[in-house]
């Protein structure tokens, strides 16, 4: 039998008030607070790290970052992001090399039912959000559940993202679009 973790991450059904993922979610929030409020970049970095699923070299969060468990969360070489970075990552949240995020960027993987009834009994699921090499997403942009974007995608300020979008494609707007290719 599965633990509410492993359905979690799985994206099946789950029970958000699972004692171990409470806990989790609790030493998370600690650990954040107390690194966001360094003033040391490089140190903050470092213990950022160590929450994380994995990351890959040069990692650079600028203060402010959330995120709920730090397990699903996977970052290749070179990341930047800007302030007040947020990854809800009840699934795996990962992010390719080579990619910058603006200020107030949100990846969010939890899906909640629409079912009213489901919702009253805290059942909750989730989607995968990816994020290929060398994408740019600009200041304000939100990525909803279940996102696929390719390689060298740049995402306008302000971007609602819904839905996936293959390689080399500039998107804005909420919904985001295609305007236009780039390489």
């Given at each position: 039998m599965k633990t509410e973790r492993e359905k979690m991450t799985a994206g099946e059904p789950y029970q958000q008030y699972d004692e171990e993922l409470q806990q989790r979610r609790s030493v998370v929030r600690k650990?954040?607070?107390?690194?966001?409020?360094?003033s040391?970049?490089?140190e903050q970095n470092q213990r950022l790290a160590k929450l994380l699923g994995n990351s890959g070299k040069k990692l650079w969060i600028e203060t402010g970052v959330q995120f709920d468990y730090g397990y699903n969360i996977h970052v290749g070489d070179d990341f930047y992001a800007n302030y007040h970075l947020t990854l809800l990552d009840t699934c795996p949240i990962t992010i390719g090399d080579h990619c910058y995020f603006g200020p107030d960027v949100g990846l969010y993987t939890p899906v909640h039912p629409l079912d009213p009834d489901q919702r009253k009994a805290d059942v909750e699921m989730g989607k995968p959000i990816t994020i290929g090499d060398n994408c740019w997403l600009g200041g304000h942009v939100t990525v909803l559940p279940g996102v696929t974007l390719g390689e060298n995608v740049v995402v306008g300020a302000g971007s609602v993202v819904t839905k996936s979008?293959?390689?080399?494609?500039v998107i804005v707007g909420n919904p985001a679009r295609v305007i236009k290719t780039v390489k």
């Amino acid at each position: 039998m599965k633990t509410e973790r492993e359905k979690m991450t799985a994206g099946e059904p789950y029970q958000q008030y699972d004692e171990e993922l409470q806990q989790r979610r609790s030493v998370v929030r600690k650990e954040l607070s107390a690194i966001n409020s360094l003033s040391n970049n490089k140190e903050q970095n470092q213990r950022l790290a160590k929450l994380l699923g994995n990351s890959g070299k040069k990692l650079w969060i600028e203060t402010g970052v959330q995120f709920d468990y730090g397990y699903n969360i996977h970052v290749g070489d070179d990341f930047y992001a800007n302030y007040h970075l947020t990854l809800l990552d009840t699934c795996p949240i990962t992010i390719g090399d080579h990619c910058y995020f603006g200020p107030d960027v949100g990846l969010y993987t939890p899906v909640h039912p629409l079912d009213p009834d489901q919702r009253k009994a805290d059942v909750e699921m989730g989607k995968p959000i990816t994020i290929g090499d060398n994408c740019w997403l600009g200041g304000h942009v939100t990525v909803l559940p279940g996102v696929t974007l390719g390689e060298n995608v740049v995402v306008g300020a302000g971007s609602v993202v819904t839905k996936s979008f293959g390689d080399n494609v500039v998107i804005v707007g909420n919904p985001a679009r295609v305007i236009k290719t780039v390489k």
